[in-house]
């Protein structure tokens, strides 16, 4: 299996633009979670999907992100406009219920820099 | 608001030591978990314990758990320099939630 995989890689934006952060979970994976990492906050959780509905968006920070799971297999978290301090690494983990451990699945992150 | 809390914050030890990482946690749990990252990287899984069992090993990892101080511990045995990482705790509250709650980890510097 390929992993969660992750684009792109790294993104660096002006102020003000749009950004979309793209996410493909491992195949049979029911539940995506889409985390930010920075130095100061650690890793937090921003929203999470479970057979591609929203479960829990309580950590999207404001209405400027938004994220999407059109199907099994594709998720997408956008930030429009974008801002500096939404500079951090964005991490998608898919895992599956049915294991009933909760282990999580991490894909490599994109590394945003808006300036 | 940050479930575990791991200490300490960074621990540098010389290789073939052993190093103990300790996590804490508030709320009542079903299973607590322990992940690597490595710089740059996304974090791995490493290892899970059950809120009913209060000690598991595969390796070098043995982690051990007490509910009843809401704590857990990470060991990591006989350590190499490959083991340079941060390591997070992350809690699972079960009851049909498949979110984990991740601490702002132990930053470990194996020096060889």
């Known amino acids: 299996d390929a992993g969660v995989i992750q684009s792109p890689r790294h993104e660096v934006t002006e102020m003000g633009q749009e950004v979309t952060l793209r996410c493909k979970p491992i195949s049979g994976h029911n539940s995506l979670f889409w985390y930010r990492q920075t130095m100061m906050r650690g890793l937090e959780l921003l929203i999470y999907?479970?057979?591609?509905?929203?479960?829990?968006d309580s950590g999207m920070p404001e209405d400027r992100f938004s994220a999407k799971m059109p199907n099994a297999s594709f998720s997408t978290l956008k930030i429009q406009p974008s801002e500096p301090r939404d500079s951090a690494v964005y991490f998608c983990a898919s895992s599956s219920s049915g294991t009933s451990s909760y282990e999580q699945y991490f894909g490599p992150g994109t590394r945003l820099t808006v300036t | 608001s940050q479930q575990g809390e791991e200490d300490p914050q960074a621990l540098s030890i010389q290789e073939g030591e052993n190093a103990t990482m300790n996590c804490s946690y508030k709320t009542s749990i079903n299973n607590l978990q322990w992940y690597r990252q490595n710089s740059g990287r996304g974090l791995v899984h490493l290892i899970l314990i059950r809120s009913n069992e209060r000690e598991k090993h595969s390796g070098r990892l043995r982690v051990t758990l007490d509910t009843s101080k809401k704590s857990s511990s990470l060991l990591i045995t006989a350590s190499r320099a490959a083991d340079t990482a941060s390591y997070f705790c992350a809690t699972a509250p079960g009851a049909g939630s498949y979110q984990l709650t991740f601490g702002k980890g132990t930053k470990l510097s194996v020096i060889p």
């Open positions: 999907f479970n057979n591609n509905v929203p479960i829990d």
